[in-house]
């Protein structure tokens, strides 16, 4: 069974930052897409970034410049480094992984899905 786990969420301030972490049981990680979504209340699951097995970032532009995503593959592990982080960013994130690259990233690509983090940006 393959699992993901996330973690690094919580409150902050306008301005601040916060870095989430994925930790992914699956054996397949190192050769998989890894990414990030949110989903804020009342809203549809968004793309944030993803990151191919070799370490190529792509993100939404929304993010673009504030948020750098990385892995390790020795860890089985995904970041998101969130800086500069606005109100707007308020949302449940989740990690998850795919076979392949989506371009543009949809959901519907992803096949594993962590249980989200919790992220609030207080203005």
């Known amino acids: 069974q393959v699992l993901l786990v996330e973690s690094g969420g919580g409150l902050v301030q306008a301005g601040g930052s916060l870095r989430l972490s994925c930790a992914a049981s699956?054996?397949?990680?190192?050769?998989?897409?890894a990414g990030w979504f949110r989903q804020a209340p009342g809203k549809e699951r968004e793309f944030v970034s993803q990151?191919?097995?070799?370490?190529?970032?792509y993100y939404a532009d929304s993010v673009k410049g504030r948020f750098t995503i990385s892995r390790d593959n020795t860890k089985n592990t995904v970041y998101l480094q969130m800086n500069s982080l606005k109100p707007e960013d308020t949302a449940v994130y989740y990690c998850?992984?795919?076979?392949?690259?989506?371009?543009?990233?949809?959901?519907?690509?992803?096949?594993?899905w962590g249980q989200g983090t919790q992220v609030t940006v207080s203005s």
């Open positions: 998850a992984t795919a076979t392949r690259w989506g371009h543009p990233p949809t959901p519907n690509e992803y096949n594993y």
């Open positions: 699956t054996r397949t990680f190192s050769r998989d897409v």
């Open positions: 990151i191919s097995w070799s370490g190529i970032p």
